[in-house]
């Protein structure tokens, strides 16, 4: 293919060339990036919690009041509901993965360290727990209802048994002999770990430690009460709808929240990573956008360079070019621009992508996107040019002889 | 319970960002209904909602908890200049000093003090959603900007021969300049009138893009529509700088040949 020539022509166009160029380039520096945006976001959207997300119904219960103790309402309502026809279990807790607010703690494998300890996220349970959340116990057992004690504000008492998920077990005990051992909270009593579940994250979207969760046997005895509730399958719907009336009834010494109070975990993982799913849509919107202005542009820019060569392209179809030859012409002249502005963005899409790990803790754009991109950009061009080079192609050769 | 008395009504006070309690809020909330005086709540032993942070096992009790390492009060405090702040920050090093040595804890003093815009920077309360938003919606304007100037130019020069009749006939260069840094105005207006439709709609989606605490910020109130007009005029004939120097540019005789 006549290269030269076709290079040789574009210097007297500088400035068209230079747009295109230009716009190519910005525009892949930002699709890449845009792209590679959605996609984190998107993995972050899909990582897994560890529980059996389908028929879980979480209440949020606030008791009016100020009895002695909250203990025997407590107790009272975790019944009510396991009667419930629906329900296949349930239990009261402080907080669930995903609910954006719960209890952590540090963690010690002696009594006496004085290095940082591990951090965990802590969870409130009882012997139900593991079959409600759908947990995977990988080892050791589950509680017995004589070990669930009750935990109160500013209590001193560290759990003497607790379950573990394997993330925390072997960060403690890397030998992977955690089973059985104790664990020291800050108070300093020791816990046993009696059992190890597979996975169960924190309730935290954003985490230092996403894996590690303590499941320690109490009920709190506090005013502000989540219920969990596994229902049987297909009857998700149903326990959704009633299960507030049932407390009610009950009791209606509470506050359950109208809009939030009673939510299945499709509406709390939905919640907890809207921000996420509002950021990958966005990316995606900027991004089809961007790439039709970019076509739109360079469909306008060539049709304007096709009509001012008219004189030329008769000139070249009088002397024995074909129709293809004019074709495949405009076809790779436009390649070339292109080359030079993908060439010219993958540098901005890296040091864009450079500004923003620096900028915002995002993780490095990978060469997979700027291939991507660069193979979009250049098949966008050619469509892009394809019907203006259509055009020059029919101009006829009597072209070379009008004098305008 | 106990009775309140209500001493006093404010108007609805809700500053976005609510600078006073980022830990607990995020920063963009609807603002407190009830404010109590602080010691009042500590008589009564009001609990704390809200973070807690404890280094230390409380001691038992109300009192165990008051005087524990927990960490649940927010403490702020008015200063009249920098001096003062620059003696405050002295003042609370050496109190630091003091507790150290007095064997309450091991580190050294580690004292941050710092204004309500330090605060917030420190706090990280814009989301990184919207300085990445705002990144790529910067990057979006130059693209659009780089696309304007190649139309204007494609648009401009088709318009040659008319250009040089108009020269010809004694228009001066600054007469082209005008006629096209006009029209590229209009263009602007025009464009802007579109954009304001689009930005409406904008507004309406936020809601789907960012969380409610901050999509409830972005209102079409006047600044904005007068915002969007003046960037879609300024952007258009700042676009339209090259290609009417190039219309100028323009000579007559050779437009006005007859080949």
């Given at each position: 293919m006549q290269i030269r020539p076709i290079l040789a022509a574009l210097r007297r166009h500088k400035a068209g060339t230079i747009l295109i160029a230009l716009q190519i380039a910005l525009t892949l520096a930002i699709v890449c990036n845009a792209l590679f945006i959605v996609h984190e976001r998107l993995d972050r959207v899909n990582r897994g919690t560890g529980i059996d997300e389908s028929n879980l119904v979480a209440v949020q219960n606030r008791y009016v009041g100020s009895p002695d103790t909250f203990i025997p309402v407590v107790k009272t309502d975790v019944q009510a509901i396991r009667s419930m026809a629906d329900v296949e279990d349930a239990y009261a807790t402080n907080s669930i993965p995903l609910r954006q607010g719960g209890w952590s703690r540090s963690l010690q494998t002696n009594p006496d360290a004085t290095k940082d300890g591990v951090g965990s996220s802590l969870y409130l349970g009882d012997e139900h727990t593991l079959k409600t959340l759908g947990l995977?116990?990988?080892?050791g057992r589950n509680f017995v209802p004589g070990e669930v004690a009750v935990s109160r504000r500013n209590d001193s008492n560290a759990p003497a048994q607790i379950i573990v998920t394997k993330a925390l077990a072997d960060k403690l005990y890397p030998k992977g002999d955690a089973l059985g051992k104790p664990v020291y909270f800050s108070q300093g009593q020791a816990s046993t770990i009696i059992g190890i579940v597979a996975k169960l994250t924190t309730p935290w979207v954003d985490s230092e430690f996403p894996e590690n969760s303590v499941i320690m046997p109490a009920l709190g005895d506090y005013s502000s009460q989540m219920f969990v509730v596994r229902t049987r399958p297909g009857r998700e719907d149903a326990v959704f709808k009633n299960i507030a009336r049932v407390l009610y009834q009950a009791d209606r010494m509470r506050v359950i929240p109208e809009k939030s109070g009673v939510r299945t975990f499709v509406m709390v993982r939905s919640k907890a990573y809207e921000t996420d799913r509002g950021m990958a849509i966005l990316m995606s919107v900027v991004c089809a956008v961007l790439l039709a202005i970019t076509a739109a542009g360079i469909v306008g820019l060539s049709s304007f360079w096709v009509g001012q060569r008219r004189k030329q392209i008769g000139t070249r179809r009088a002397l024995g070019a074909t129709r293809g030859d004019i074709l495949s012409y405009f076809m790779t002249e436009n390649f070339l621009i292109a080359l030079g502005g993908v060439v010219v963005g993958t540098v901005l899409a890296l040091a864009l992508s450079q500004w923003m790990v620096t900028h915002f803790e995002m993780k490095r754009l990978s060469f997979t996107y700027v291939t991507i991109g660069v193979v979009v950009l250049l098949g966008l061009g050619q469509a892009a040019v394809f019907a203006p080079a259509l055009r020059a192609s029919r101009v006829s050769p009597i072209e070379a002889t009008r004098s305008a | 319970g106990h009775l309140y008395r209500i001493t006093g009504v404010i108007e609805d006070w809700a500053p976005q960002p609510l600078f006073f309690d980022v830990p607990n809020t995020g920063g963009f909330d609807e603002g407190a209904s009830v404010y109590i005086p602080f010691n009042r709540a500590i008589e009564l032993q009001v609990p704390a909602v809200g973070n807690q942070s404890c280094t230390g096992a409380p001691g038992v009790g109300w009192e165990g908890f008051l005087r524990s390492e927990c960490i649940f009060i927010s403490l702020w405090a008015e200063l009249p200049d920098a001096t003062a702040a620059q003696d405050y920050r002295q003042y609370l090093t050496g109190y630091a000093a003091e507790q150290q040595h007095a064997g309450r804890f091991k580190w050294a003093p580690n004292i941050r003090l710092r204004d309500v815009m330090d605060w917030l920077s420190a706090q990280k309360v814009v989301p990184q959603e919207s300085q990445v938003s705002l990144i790529v919606s910067l990057g979006f304007l130059v693209i659009c900007l780089v696309n304007t100037v190649g139309l204007l130019l494609a648009k401009f020069m088709r318009r040659a021969p008319e250009i040089g009749v108009r020269r010809a006939l004694g228009a001066s260069r600054r007469d082209i300049y005008a006629q096209f840094l006009i029209e590229a105005g209009t263009i602007g207006i025009a464009g802007g009138l579109l954009g304001l439709v689009l930005t409406g709609v904008g507004v309406l989606g936020v809601g789907l893009v960012f969380s409610e605490s901050i999509a409830r910020l972005a209102r079409l109130d006047p600044v904005l529509i007068l915002l969007t007009l003046v960037v879609s005029v300024l952007a258009t004939v700042i676009a339209a700088f090259y290609p009417t120097w190039r219309a100028a540019q323009v000579q007559p005789a050779w437009q006005l040949k007859s080949n």
């Open positions: 995977n116990l990988i080892a | -």
